[in-house]
């Protein structure tokens, strides 16, 4: 299936490991010229030799504005004009919610829900000029069931829902799409990190702690990142050209409530 993206340039945030580097791989593959973002040096560069075709990357920091802005100029300047934006983040601190602190807020706020603003602000005119672009926001499923080590990122990917409905409102008539995906439990460091937590909470074994989240997905596994890029990337593609404002899971059924 030809999904229509060679060539298009995409901006896949966060993306030297995990979720992120799964779906600028995936992205890569399909033709897009790929833009890649990420805190650690050494990381991004090991992960732009992983992806295919042209591909740039840039020591940035998303809970930061000026590197938000420096990322599109330097990508707008090396790639051209972005007409794909995935905004993704490593997630805001973990812990029991009367041990998270004012600032550990602040920097979850700014790095799990500003990201997302000031992207959409930065890269939305001139695709809104273009009449044609896409963008997906890589979010959590407990934006749809909070989880209790999770206080922060539950609250404020739950506030995404909402922002990338709102965004898809104001863009539906210009030819851009805004969608969510929401992968559950997935094999990353963010899980294996989450493992850790879980298995000093409840005195088991880290090991045991990532067995315990498979039996509870109905498919009895884990994703892979590639499961979730998968995803990202169809939602990216023209042939998902009506498909605008969905809050879409990719979590194996976990999800007991509605979509």
Same mark, same amino acid.
């Given at each position: 299936m030809d999904y229509g993206i060679e060539g298009k340039v995409a901006m896949v945030a966060a993306s030297s490991a995990g979720i992120g580097l799964a779906t600028a791989?995936?992205?890569?593959?399909?033709? *897009? =010229?790929?833009?890649?973002?990420?805190?650690?040096? !050494?990381?991004?560069?090991? !992960?732009?030799?992983?992806?295919?075709?042209?591909?740039?990357?840039?020591?940035?920091?998303?809970?930061?504005?000026?590197?938000?802005?420096?990322?599109?100029?330097?990508?707008?300047?090396?790639? @051209?004009?972005? !007409?794909?934006?995935?905004?993704?983040?490593? @997630?805001?601190? *973990?812990?029991?919610l009367p041990d998270i602190a004012d600032a550990q807020w602040q920097a979850g706020f700014d790095s799990t829900l500003m990201n997302v603003v000031r992207l959409f602000n930065l890269t939305s005119g001139a695709m809104?000029?273009?009449?044609?672009?896409?963008?997906? =926001?890589?979010?959590?499923?407990?934006?749809?069931?909070? =989880?209790?080590?999770?206080?922060?990122?539950?609250?404020?990917? !739950? @506030?995404?829902?909402?922002?990338?409905?709102?965004?898809?409102?104001s863009m539906a008539a210009h030819g851009v799409t805004v969608n969510a995906v929401l992968p559950g439990h997935t094999l990353t460091d963010r899980q294996r990190h989450l493992a850790d937590l879980r298995a000093s909470r409840d005195g088991i074994s880290a090991e045991r702690a990532l067995e315990l989240q498979a039996e509870a997905v109905p498919m009895r596994r884990l994703a892979d990142p590639d499961e979730i890029a998968a995803a990202v990337t169809f939602l990216c593609s023209h042939a998902a050209s009506y498909i605008t404002g969905v809050n879409l899971l990719v979590d194996g059924g976990l999800t007991r409530g509605p979509g």
């Open positions: 791989i995936a992205l890569a593959r399909e033709g *897009a =010229h790929v833009s890649i973002c990420g805190r650690d040096e !050494a990381r991004l560069e090991a !992960a732009a030799e992983r992806i295919p075709g042209e591909c740039r990357s840039y020591v940035v920091d998303v809970s930061q504005a000026e590197d938000l802005e420096w990322w599109v100029e330097q990508t707008v300047e090396d790639l @051209g004009q972005p !007409a794909i934006v995935v905004t993704n983040t490593g @997630g805001p601190p *973990a812990g029991a809104r000029d273009a009449q044609w672009g896409r963008f997906v =926001h890589i979010t959590s499923i407990v934006a749809k069931e909070p =989880h209790d080590l999770l206080p922060i990122s539950s609250t404020l990917r !739950a @506030g995404i829902q909402n922002l990338t409905r709102l965004q898809a409102n």
